[in-house]
């Protein structure tokens, strides 16, 4: 990498993450909500909607993608005007829940947990390659797959490793391909077959007797899909003007544009499976299937682009957020091993056929972070933090904990990823508890943690480890 790119992705990763000023802050609510609605719409969202298709109808499909996906956001968003009013990301606030050195660990964690999302996109880009070479005649041998979804990895790690510069341009071009395909699949969707067969669709066996089962999944993979975007909710409000606009862009962005495009991918699969009798959650199979080749190809270029597009946004985000935590580390190895993360999933080939397992473990990760930050910032330590110490600047410690590592959100974290999984074990899709299940794992999870949380900072030396800071408040 050139000496330009390294000194700009350096100033990335130190001054990503400096508090912005409130006259440096550029985005109204319309701008945040724009750019959040392209960072959350994805070809997973068509992976998403294909998968609900096989727990539950459409109608309940329906309710639940817009109103699962709203309920959990307006809880599990709210922290995100401190962000706003301090003009910082909420790893930083994160410092006071998990220590300094703590934060650290739970970003490697959490790209290790999250990080699968690219895989599915190299998936996707895969399957588009081979079914319209298919359709055009030419069978590909298996093994080519591997070989597209490792190109797709790599072209768009090429991307993140040319800079800010290459990102910028991409993201113009990403956004919008992502509507005009989701509204090509929209069109052609609800034209090609009747109403009704996509209004009163219902899953033929969704493999459970009891149909509430299948539907609080339905209600879990939700919640999960939404709380995985915790790593990055904060990065564009933290530059938006004022708190409600920097809350609701977030709110809404993922919570209506994502679940329409969740719900669009359903429609897709729907209308495939009345017309082939098969899913599919490749947006290029089904456009060149119910219309014309022509428009297929169309929508290859959108895939394509796509795709690439998105895993060169990621790499670039992933790769800046652990250079600002690591920084003795080259961002061009950082990339580098990401990409060598997401291709080895590739050449597993089963997180498709995973994909809502992966969401739930997942959300076992994320649920507890993403409730310990709600009641930290609300109720331990009231919306006010010591930015020196969150810093580390010197003579200031006061997240520094025990060799870094707050033990007491540690814990906490443990614990609900625990009660998580003793309630439902999503790689048998084992139900171990049907009365808290209702609860959906996620949601129990995220209820429970922050609550154990709460309760043990009002042990009184419990409370001293962790309020260190009282006497550094300034704002």
């Not at 904060?234 to 329409?260: D, H, M």
């Not at 999503?426 to 709460?454: D, E, I, R, W």
């Amino acid at each position: 990498m050139n000496n330009n790119v390294d000194r700009q992705i350096e100033k990335e990763a130190i001054f990503g993450i400096i508090p912005v000023l409130q006259s440096d802050k550029i985005y109204s609510f319309l701008d945040a909500f724009l750019i959040l609605s392209g960072y959350c719409i994805a070809t997973w969202s068509y992976t998403q909607g294909t998968y609900l298709t096989t727990l539950v109808g459409f109608k309940q499909l329906l309710i639940g993608a817009f109103i699962g996906a709203i309920l959990m956001l307006v809880i599990y968003q709210l922290p995100v005007i401190l962000s706003v009013r301090y003009g910082i990301d909420i790893w930083i606030w994160l410092r006071s829940v998990f220590g300094i050195s703590g934060v650290k660990l739970i970003t490697v964690i959490i790209i290790i947990v999250n990080y699968p999302w690219y895989a599915v996109c190299a998936e996707l880009f895969a399957s588009s390659m081979t079914n319209l070479a298919l359709l055009f005649g030419f069978s590909l041998p298996s093994f080519i797959h591997i070989i597209l979804a490792i190109a797709c990895v790599l072209i768009g790690t090429f991307i993140a490793y040319k800079g800010i510069g290459a990102i910028t341009w991409t993201t113009r071009i990403l956004v919008p391909l992502l509507f005009a395909a989701g509204v090509m699949v929209i069109v052609i969707g609800f034209t090609s077959v009747p109403a009704d067969a996509i209004w009163n669709y219902r899953p033929k066996n969704t493999g459970y007797s009891n149909n509430i089962i299948p539907y609080v999944i339905s209600i879990e993979a939700n919640f999960a899909f939404v709380v995985t975007l915790i790593g990055g909710m904060a990065g564009i409000p933290r530059l938006t003007k004022n708190e409600n606009a920097g809350y609701w862009a977030g709110v809404f962005g993922q919570g209506i544009s994502g679940s329409l495009f969740v719900v669009v991918g359903a429609v897709m699969s729907i209308a495939m499976q009345y017309v082939v009798g098969k899913t599919t959650d490749d947006p290029t199979t089904m456009i060149a299937t119910l219309s014309v080749p022509a428009l297929g190809l169309a929508s290859l270029l959108l895939v394509a682009f796509a795709n690439i597009g998105t895993q060169a946004v990621g790499s670039y985000i992933y790769g800046v957020m652990l250079k600002s935590s690591f920084k003795k580390a080259k961002y061009g190895v950082i990339i580098m091993i990401l990409a060598l993360y997401v291709s080895g999933l590739c050449v597993w080939g089963k997180i498709i056929q995973y994909f809502g397992p992966f969401l739930t473990i997942s959300a076992c990760i994320y649920a507890p972070v993403a409730a310990l930050l709600f009641v930290d910032f609300f109720f331990v330590r009231k919306q006010k933090i010591s930015l020196r110490s969150a810093f580390a600047l010197k003579g200031y410690g006061a997240y520094r904990y025990t060799k870094g590592i707050n033990c007491v959100g540690f814990l906490c974290v443990v614990a609900g990823i625990i009660m998580s999984l003793s309630i439902y074990n999503p790689v048998t899709a084992q139900v171990h508890n049907k009365f808290l299940f209702y609860f959906t794992p996620t949601g129990f999870s995220f209820f429970m943690s922050g609550a154990l949380y709460y309760s043990l900072s009002k042990i009184p030396f419990i409370r001293r480890y962790m309020l260190q800071d009282r006497n550094e408040i300034t704002i």
